[in-house]
């Protein structure tokens, strides 16, 4: 039992920290450069999204038509998956070999798979709750204030800092992360986002 949580414990913070460099490596260099070979989500993200979405008061929602921008298309949990779980299920499958107990590695691949699903969600939530603000309970807790400014200083500098929505880990670890803007800009303002002007 004792093996079977520190297995739960650990595969849990392991996919944290790989899912937030996944989201930071996908953001960056996927849909925030347009490749000739797979230019779908580079127009969706760059082109379309913020366009519409500034670090202005254009980063709430202006136009109930433009709703579909805010979220990724459902069927990118697929790839997610692919991608997440393949090593997972190698180390699993060495640990099969290994001998070690089938309750370790089976805990491991649903440990792992929850974990994504879960941040994937999050994800899901707090961008879509990010730019279309009601006053939810979740947007006045002062995590989300501070992933709320993280957020805003991306759509201020996208292809530069806070590529991270979730778990600003990779922002960190790649030093892409800023907790202000580095000039005067005008800013969205609202209940749930911080002063994230430069302090002078």
């Known amino acids: 039992m004792i093996a079977v949580l520190i297995t739960i414990f650990l595969?849990?913070?392991?996919?944290?920290?790989?899912?937030?460099?996944f989201e930071w490596?996908?953001?960056?260099?996927?849909?925030?450069?347009?490749?000739?070979?797979?230019?779908?989500?580079?127009?969706?993200?760059a082109r379309i999204?913020?366009?519409?979405?500034?670090?202005?008061?254009?980063?709430?929602?202006?136009?109930?038509?433009?709703?579909?921008?805010?979220p990724m298309a459902w069927w990118?949990?697929?790839?997610?998956?692919v991608i997440v779980m393949t090593p997972v299920a190698f180390v699993a499958?060495?640990?099969?070999?290994?001998?070690?107990?089938?309750n370790v590695y089976l805990t491991?691949?649903?440990?792992?798979?929850?974990?994504?699903?879960?941040?994937?969600g999050m994800y899901e939530y707090i961008h879509w709750c990010m730019h279309l603000p009601r006053e939810r309970r979740l947007?006045?807790?002062?995590?989300?204030r501070r992933l709320n400014g993280h957020h805003i200083l991306h759509h201020r500098y996208?292809?530069?800092?806070?590529?991270?929505?979730?778990?600003?880990?990779?922002?960190w670890l790649f030093g892409t992360l800023i907790y202000r803007a580095k000039t005067r800009f005008n800013q969205v303002t609202g209940p749930s986002v911080p002063d994230l002007q430069p302090i002078s």
């Open 139 to 144: 947007e006045m807790s002062s995590l989300f």
């Open 93 to 102: 499958f060495l640990l099969w070999l290994l001998g070690v107990p089938q």
């Open 11 to 21: 595969t849990f913070v392991v996919s944290l920290l790989l899912l937030s460099i």
């Open 76 to 81: 990118n949990i697929f790839p997610l998956f």
């Open 158 to 171: 996208m292809v530069k800092h806070n590529f991270n929505v979730v778990f600003p880990f990779a922002d």
């Open 25 to 45: 490596s996908f953001h960056r260099y996927i849909m925030h450069r347009d490749l000739s070979w797979f230019g779908y989500p580079y127009e969706r993200h």
């Open 49 to 70: 999204h913020h366009h519409i979405f500034r670090a202005d008061d254009s980063y709430h929602l202006q136009k109930e038509s433009d709703k579909w921008t805010i």
């Open 108 to 120: 491991l691949l649903a440990t792992s798979a929850l974990a994504t699903s879960a941040y994937y």
